[in-house]
């Protein structure tokens, strides 16, 4: 292994669709008044969550998987400039081009450049979220550039001018009469007694879409894997559309990160076996293509791939985040999280929403990205994730770890205390001694003014107003627990009847004593 | 400075605290210990939940099963590879008029494809576990494109290349060839998770596992 001796540089951080444009709460709170969202997206997760486990349970090794799977994609990490070389060598001995990509930007432009090349105005897409994240058929479109998505879920996002909301199934916040609807809308020569059978629907996706892959001369892809050893590449789908684009059109252009490397075609026996159980709660998915540079005869006769930074080697760079390049996207994670589950893919802002993208997309583009800071606490970390990642990547360490960084990086900005730091000054305060803790309980009663004749307090003021956002606090009994055992144990009223037990009194000359050493 | 040394940069200085790359525990299952007959049994049974149409044949079955099988489609694609055995005989004669055959030397176009009904491949490994057939660009499998764009697909299985779990399937397939993984028909279930049969690819899959 090479030891690497420059000087060490600043993360650079990613572009494109990975910046939310506002912030967690803010979107969350309002994709949760959407009440047809929360059914369409309770009524997926749980489906597909059952199948998983369903599938998973079948497999006697599946945690032998999951350990050789992590073990893998740490190992990739750590001899990933050696691993990229090998793969380049040997996709480039077999007539691939390889072009490496600082940002959305730069991968953009030459993805845009190679399409100019070939002369041609139209390519199909598979779906991939790579190109997602760089915003590639946007950009296409500027330059004049028609990319049509030819994934099912896609297709119908396209069609909608609406964002994907999960890593898996793009349109998974949508029911099939939303789906018809958009068909009429948007699909040209829709029949338009077209009905909202599923299977009905996806005809009429075929239909739409046959002519397009039968006369593309150019098609886009990401990729599932790529392996060193033999330097080739891995698109795992369903439908039949990959396989359309991977082979029919004359020129193929793959975007991948650095990241998703494997070592050695025998890697590849583990993650055929975690990736499709874990993210369609299949066996197996119906369609995976390899290819590897190009074969004469068969398939693209020109290939290219590039090879995407974009932020993955600043995700590098933290030692406790890093882990987060393991994902191989299987989406496993959003399907059993109970926020996603509620809130839907498109208040995460970032192309990658979920348990995952919430430590991948600020790790990707720097906490200090204002919007995406509020990611990492998008979580009640109850863990969920972490036992249902094929490659076990911690998320729930990830995410109080990118807190602490946030918590950090706003240290020392502001210059005036803020209201937490005034609270917890108070709080400081008051629970070092009894006394002053007395003292301040005597106050409490008082709350039961602010609280209603329901007994119910539904808004504080300042940053505690985050807490009754979503919940009521019931108002404060009429006196404090302390005042209640005072009057229980040595009121003048019950003294005599009420005598304290010997442990209470010795309690309470403790307190007092505490209090004088406190100077209270 | 290039964006590829740029990058290799970045990702060394990254790395600068040096982590070591961790021993890969394989304690997974590497083979397993099913008989010729079971391996048959469990394969036939993943595919047919996978909606794939399946028969189990004596090898010399094969040529009038297949007969049967393109009784009504009025083209078919083999590739030139295919066992001559396979689309020969009385079943087939005289065929000459809806028979296409397709070579890397003289291959079929996408259009001459889109307007066949049916392709009949073999096939170079199968996995029992998963349902899944492995083809490999042989000369008995013929182009990729084959086995895509018509409607139907009539693949044969030799009972000898059925492989029990997915680790000894891929040891036996070299990994540089065009390789195409197919368990069942084309399928999608992006619209509310429901399972639907064919979308772009093949929508019906016919298996005939040879013994």
Redesign the interface.
């Given at each position: 292994m090479s030891t690497f001796l420059g000087m060490p540089s600043l993360p650079v951080f990613g572009t494109g669709n990975l910046h939310a444009a506002e912030s967690f709460p803010t979107a969350a709170h309002r994709e949760l008044g959407n009440a047809q969202l929360r059914a369409n997206l309770g009524h997926a997760t749980h489906t597909i969550r059952d199948k998983r486990l369903q599938v998973v349970s079948e497999l006697p090794d599946w945690e032998q998987l999951r350990d050789a799977g992590s073990a893998i994609k740490e190992s990739v990490m750590a001899r990933l400039p050696e691993l990229l070389e090998q793969f380049e060598q040997n996709f480039t001995a077999r007539g691939g081009v390889i072009h490496w990509a600082r940002d959305a930007g730069e991968a953009n432009d030459i993805v845009a450049g190679l399409i100019r090349d070939t002369g041609e105005t139209e390519v199909v897409k598979v779906k991939s979220m790579a190109t997602q994240e760089i915003g590639l058929n946007e950009y296409l479109e500027e330059q004049g550039i028609t990319a049509f998505e030819t994934d099912l879920a896609e297709l119908i996002v396209q069609l909608d001018h609406d964002k994907p909301s999960h890593i898996l199934v793009p349109a998974i916040h949508k029911n099939r009469t939303e789906i018809r609807d958009i068909f009429l809308r948007e699909m040209p020569g829709a029949d338009p007694a077209l009905t909202d059978n599923p299977a009905v629907l996806a005809m009429a996706a075929r239909a739409h879409l046959r002519r397009k892959f039968l006369t593309a001369k150019v098609a886009v892809s990401g990729a599932n894997f790529a392996l060193a050893d033999s330097g080739t590449l891995a698109v795992v789908e369903s439908e039949g559309n990959g396989r359309m684009c991977l082979t029919l059109p004359e020129t193929l252009i793959t975007v991948m990160g650095v990241e998703k490397l494997l070592p050695t075609w025998q890697d590849l026996e583990v993650f055929m076996q975690l990736l499709p159980r874990s993210s369609t709660g299949e066996r197996m998915n119906p369609y995976t293509s390899l290819w590897t540079g190009v074969t004469d005869g068969d398939g693209p006769r020109n290939v290219h791939l590039v090879l995407l930074d974009n932020g993955r080697s600043a995700a590098l760079a933290d030692e406790m985040g890093r882990s987060a390049l393991h994902c191989i996207r299987c989406s496993a994670c959003m399907n059993v999280c109970p926020v996603y589950e509620r809130t839907g893919g498109h208040a995460y802002g970032s192309t990658y929403p979920g348990p995952i993208g919430a430590i991948l997309s600020p790790l990707l583009t720097g906490i200090e990205s204002e919007e995406n800071s509020s990611l990492p606490y998008a979580s009640s970390l109850c863990g969920a994730c972490y036992d249902a990642c094929p490659v076990k990547i911690n998320i729930p360490d990830i995410l109080v770890h990118l807190r602490s960084v946030d918590v950090d990086s706003k240290r020392g900005k502001k210059k005036l205390p803020s209201q937490m730091d005034v609270g917890m000054k108070a709080a400081s305060w008051a629970l070092s001694s009894g006394k002053r803790l007395g003292l301040v309980e005597k106050g409490l009663p008082l709350g039961r003014l602010a609280a209603g004749p329901d007994h119910k307090i539904t808004k504080l003021p300042g940053i505690a107003a985050g807490w009754t956002q979503s919940r009521d606090i019931p108002a404060p009994p009429q006196k404090s627990f302390r005042d209640w055992w005072a009057k229980e144990h040595h009121g003048p009223e019950t003294g005599g009847t009420n005598a304290p037990a010997r442990g209470t009194a010795r309690a309470d000359a403790h307190l007092n004593a505490q209090d004088k050493e406190d100077g209270a | 400075m290039?964006?590829?040394e740029?990058?290799?940069?970045?990702?060394?200085?990254?790395?600068?605290?040096?982590?070591?790359?961790?021993?890969?525990?394989?304690?997974?299952?590497?083979s397993s210990e099913l008989d010729h007959d079971a391996l048959i049994h469990l394969l036939v049974d993943?595919l047919v939940d996978?909606k794939a149409r399946v028969c189990v044949l004596d090898a010399a079955e094969v040529p009038e099963r297949i007969a049967e099988l393109l009784a009504d489609a009025r083209s078919y694609v083999i590739p030139a590879g295919l066992d001559p055995d396979w689309t020969a005989g009385p079943h087939f004669a005289p065929d000459g008029d809806r028979r296409r055959v397709d070579s890397?030397?003289a291959?079929l176009t996408?259009?001459e494809l889109?307007g066949v009904d049916a392709v009949v491949t073999g096939s170079a490994v199968a996995?029992a576990?998963?349902?899944?057939i492995i083809l490999d660009?042989s000369p008995n499998q013929g182009?990729?494109?084959i086995s895509?764009?018509p409607d139907y697909h009539i693949c044969v299985v030799n009972a000898a290349d059925i492989a029990g779990i997915?680790?000894e399937a891929?040891r036996r397939i070299d990994?540089?060839?065009?390789?195409?993984?197919?368990?069942?028909?084309?399928?999608?279930?992006?619209?509310?998770?429901?399972r639907?049969e064919?979308?772009?690819?093949?929508r019906i899959l016919d298996v005939i596992i040879a013994r």
């Open positions: - | 290039s964006a590829r740029d990058i290799l940069g970045r990702i060394r200085s990254a790395l600068r605290d040096a982590p070591v790359a961790p021993q890969i525990p394989r304690a997974y299952r590497t993943r996978y890397v030397s291959p996408v259009a889109d996995v576990e998963t349902g899944t660009g182009r990729r494109a895509l764009v997915l680790p891929l990994g540089t060839r065009p390789l195409t993984m197919i368990s069942g028909p084309s399928a999608t279930s992006d619209i509310e998770l429901e639907v064919g979308v772009h690819g093949p």
